[in-house]
């Protein structure tokens, strides 16, 4: 793969972030204005704030006031966690009535989970919770063991009713928002920052990202490959968002088979048609629900459910190695490995 291949008729200074998955470069800005980066901590990842401002002091405070957002729905959304209301969703025997944000949060998620035609599926937590993935030696489960909580696995059997209280079908019916509550975070704290006057700026919570600019130039975004050193890909972006999801992300493996955290919610098992999912589109919450349901989905299925959606695009590295795209995704191509 080439190096660097910039847009440098647009390019005042190169400002270059490597993070977990990816890494930015800032193609020009005012001479006025100064790129900062901050890094940050919560949702179990590394948070990186990449800001343009006209000074260090301003561009602390808006990084400071996203972060606190960011952190405040840690604390919310995250399913371990006791005073959550999706801790206390989980653990009900029946129904609860929910905070009206994180109410109308899961009622999009119902949107998204019809849109992957339920292959992004949160209710698969009892699958989750059985293949040890926080354990010092974990091994995957029995056909028995995936079999005896299969029943209570699926979105429909969540069921939301008015006064913002949401029943489950049984007391296991249980959810973990790992694939959808980042990219959540990373819209609330772009929000923050351009409500504070950042003109331009990129959030990257662990690879789900979100940039912004107020010109016309572009952020350049490298896409971390899922078995080789460096770089899948290098797009161009102005006001997108872009989630990745892989099989290298948690994983272990046991008698040499790869056991990862994304889960097929139709059989119990981790993917197996997929190594890695990018998804690019409007908002970070979008981009990370369709990344987990295209990495499901493989190839064939996925390639063409993106290009059956208008302003959605992605990249899927097969379980082979080989690279698809969407039909649309040459607007966003720097450089591309195949």
């Known amino acids: 793969m080439k190096k660097n291949r910039l847009l440098r008729t647009h390019a005042y200074h190169t400002a270059i972030l490597i993070g977990s998955v990816v890494f930015f470069l800032f193609l020009g800005c005012q001479k006025s204005s100064h790129t900062y980066r901050f890094t940050r901590f919560s949702m179990d990842t590394v948070i990186e704030y990449t800001v343009v401002s006209s000074d260090q002091q301003t561009a602390l405070k808006a990084v400071n006031a996203a972060h606190q957002t960011i952190v ?10 006791p005073t959550s209301p999706i801790f206390q969703l989980n653990h009900a025997t029946n129904s609860v ?17 019809k849109l992957t035609h339920g292959l992004f599926d949160p209710s698969v937590k ?11 030696s974990p091994t995957p489960p029995t056909p028995e063991k995936i ?10 059997h969540f069921h939301f009713q008015p006064g913002n209280r949401m029943a489950k079908e049984a007391p296991q019916n249980a959810i973990a ?36 600019r107020a010109d016309d130039n572009y952020w350049q975004v490298g896409i971390r490959h899922p ?9 161009k972006l102005q006001n997108a968002a872009v989630a990745t999801s892989g099989d290298y992300q948690r994983y272990y493996f046991y008698q040499n088979v790869r056991y990862h955290h994304l889960i097929d919610p139709r059989t119990g098992e981790p993917g197996r048609l997929s190594q890695s999912a990018t998804v690019i589109a409007p ?21 063409a459910w993106l290009d059956s959606l208008n302003g ?27």
């Open 126 to 136: 009892p699958f989750l919770d059985l293949y040890g993935f926080e354990q010092d």
């Open 147 to 156: 079999a005896s909580v299969r029943p209570y696995v699926g979105f429909q």
């Open 227 to 235: 078995r080789k050193q460096g770089l899948l890909a290098v797009l």
């Open 283 to 303: 908002t970070c919450e979008t981009a990370d629900a369709f990344a987990t349901g295209l990495f499901i989905m493989g190839p064939r299925a996925g390639i």
């Open 177 to 212: 928002l790992g694939g959808v509550a980042k990219g959540y975070a990373v819209d609330r704290a772009v929000a923050v920052l351009q409500q504070m006057g950042i003109q331009a700026g990129i959030v990257n919570a662990g690879g789900d990202l979100r940039c912004w």
């Open 312 to 338: 959605i695009d992605g990249i899927l590295v097969d379980s082979s190695g080989n690279v698809h795209t969407s039909r649309y995704i040459d607007r966003y191509i720097v450089e591309l490995v195949k």
């Open 97 to 113: 009535v929910l905070p009206d944000s994180v109410y109308q949060f899961l009622r999009r998620i119902q949107t998204y989970w």
């Open 72 to 81: 405040t729905l840690d604390s919310l959304y995250w399913e371990e966690n």
